[in-house]
């Protein structure tokens, strides 16, 4: 694990090879999440993962979970909406990977305490899977959401 702190910037970097039990072949999966304050108040958030399988995957997926239902904008592009005219932009590559929404119902009452009664499911699964792949995701203010209020809206699962 690594870490970079600054005025402008936090970022992690870890290897999530070891959560995964041995039969899924996963040799190195690799995350770096960056906060990107940005000086102007547009800050972003930056996902990068790069992963290498033992074997060929036929399905790779990455899973992101939403409080609010996202909605496709244009290809590449998903915004999960805030409660005025705001919300979080999700770019990721339209050509490497298709989205799929799902609605799941919250049936733990902690759970659904903080998230309400529904989540979304958002996967982005890879167009071409095999033995190596990688993922950027770009998450934004889209309209009129600080900065500040990123973090507290999408939670990533691989």
Known sequence: MQGLLAADLAELSMDLAAAYPPAAGIRSWRRTMRLDRGGTGDGRI???DAWETSN??????VH????????RV???????PADDDAGLA???SEADFAAGIEERPVDDSRLAAT?????YRITLAARNPGQRGALRLEITRY???????LIGHVELLA
């Open 64 to 71: 992101l979970i939403a409080a609010r239902e996202p909605r």
């Open 143 to 149: 309209g009129r959401i600080s900065a500040g209020q």
């Open 90 to 92: 999700i770019d990721y």
């Open 115 to 119: 998230w309400g009664d529904r989540v």
């Open 46 to 48: 930056l996902i990068a």
């Open 56 to 61: 060929f995957a036929e399905r790779t997926v």
């Open 74 to 80: 244009v290809p590449g592009r998903l915004v999960i």
